[in-house]
């Protein structure tokens, strides 16, 4: 597609469940970033991949959060063990040297 | 390390007013500066950037900003706002070319409500 994918929409998981968010970046851009948005906040940088480089791991909040990524395509973001702070919207970028695409988010619900 | 600040939380016009959002950021080496707009439930969507050249950057939906070098801001304008712009707006900042790094960094975000 033309757009960044992100899935699911929506996930409601329960207070200790482990969960993988995709994304789905625009063909072609070597970059891409994982950011977390808690409601009524601004965006908080977690992991960003270039191209075959080591990705930038500087703002996951703690080892329960990893990220993947094989080559320049699709990117995994799992979270063990959520906890309700978790909670948030998960967004997720791809950028050519110039640009930046975001997807729409995966809303993540922890109960 | 690089910072974006949005100092005002809320920004209120009525409609057919000028209206400003504004930005200062903190990067090394020349910065690539972005602004965004969020809709309730909506995705970030790109309004406009200041890579280099003409201070004055217009954008879509007729909002413009201003790259202030000296005073390290990048504020966002528009001459006659609209009711339908009230939405969420993010500042973003990067490195340059010397800069270090790609990765994006954004401000806190300011609402911005116009009433009629």
């Known amino acids: 597609g033309a757009g960044v994918s992100q899935s699911p929409s929506n996930k409601v998981t329960e207070k200790g469940k482990d969960v993988e968010l995709r994304c789905d970046p625009i063909?072609?851009?070597?970059?891409l970033y994982w950011y977390r948005q808690r409601l009524g906040q601004g965006l908080e940088f977690l992991i960003y991949f270039q191209g075959n480089s080591a990705p930038d791991k500087s703002g996951l909040p703690s080892d329960r959060f990893s990220a993947e990524r094989t080559g320049e395509s699709v990117s995994t973001l799992t979270i063990q063990r959520t906890q309700q702070e978790d909670s948030a919207v998960y967004l997720c970028?791809?950028?050519?040297?110039?640009?930046?695409?975001f997807g729409s988010g995966t809303r993540l619900t922890v109960v | 390390a690089q910072s974006v600040a949005q100092p005002e939380d809320q920004v209120n016009v009525a409609e057919g007013n000028p209206l400003t959002v504004k930005c200062t950021y903190s990067v090394s080496g020349n910065p690539y500066l972005f602004w965004y707009v969020q809709y309730p439930n909506r995705g970030l969507q790109f309004l406009l950037k200041y890579i280099t050249g003409d201070n004055l950057v217009k954008g879509s939906y007729g909002f413009e900003a201003e790259f202030n070098k000296s005073q390290t801001s990048f504020h966002l304008k528009k001459p006659s706002a609209l009711v339908s712009d009230s939405a969420l707006y993010f500042c973003a900042v990067r490195g340059g070319l010397t800069g270090g790094g790609n990765k994006l960094t954004f401000g806190t975000g300011t609402q911005l409500k116009v009433e009629l």
């Open positions: 970028a791809s950028s050519s040297f110039y640009g930046y695409t």
């Open positions: 063909s072609g851009h070597t970059a």
